[in-house]
């Protein structure tokens, strides 16, 4: 597997802007190990020779992605529907918002659809991952903000629910 610098400074990039904590990629040769350090002191990348050379070379320490802080995210703008009692399922990363697992598939909500807690609800996709967004509240979905298909940023409102 080739993994080339931007592809790795956009994945850390996409990993430090989730809840992730840490991530490893395995691929013939090479492990990719990225940790986040305490909070708010950002992610290094490590990556380690795999077991099977173990006359490979020290790997390589990336220099941590706090060094360039991100820019701040914009607000999401204001939606039509304003409820203090609805709760928002937020964009965790930057990527694009599928509402089905396959093009020819029916979605996984609609507006309407009663969802359980654990209940996959979308999927962002995200440097070619496939990141499955599940429910952390159970009720009925009233507002899907995002068009399938259309890209998403980090913390915005994906969709609304009325709890229950």
Do not use: W
């Given at each position: 597997m080739e993994?080339?610098?931007n592809e790795l400074r956009d994945l850390i990039t996409?990993?430090?802007?989730?809840?992730?904590?840490?991530?490893?990629?395995?691929?013939?040769d090479f492990e990719l190990v990225v940790?986040?350090?305490?909070?708010?002191?950002?992610?290094?990348?490590?990556?380690?020779p795999a077991l099977?050379?173990?006359?490979?070379?020290?790997?390589?320490?990336?220099?941590?992605?706090?060094?360039?802080?991100?820019?701040?995210?914009?607000p999401p703008p204001?939606?039509?529907?304003?409820?203090?009692?609805l709760v928002d399922i937020i964009s965790p990363m930057v990527g694009t918002f599928y509402?089905?697992?396959?093009?020819?598939?029916?979605?996984f909500v609609d507006v309407g659809d009663r969802?359980?807690?654990?209940?996959?609800?979308?999927?962002?996709?995200?440097?070619?991952?496939m990141n499955e967004l599940e429910a952390e509240s159970s009720g009925e979905i009233v507002e899907i903000l995002v068009p399938n298909g259309e890209p998403v940023e980090y913390g915005?409102?994906?969709?609304?629910?009325?709890p229950s």
């Open positions: 993994l080339e610098f996409v990993i430090n802007q989730t809840n992730i904590a840490e991530f490893t990629l395995k691929s013939g940790k986040k350090e305490s909070q708010g002191s950002g992610a290094a990348a490590v990556i380690e099977s050379l173990p006359s490979a070379a020290p790997a390589p320490i990336l220099p941590s992605a706090t060094a360039a802080p991100a820019p701040a995210a914009s204001a939606s039509p529907i304003v409820n203090d009692r509402r089905a697992p396959g093009p020819d598939e029916p979605p969802i359980r807690i654990g209940q996959t609800v979308c999927i962002i996709e995200a440097m070619k991952l915005q409102v994906l969709m609304r629910i009325n």
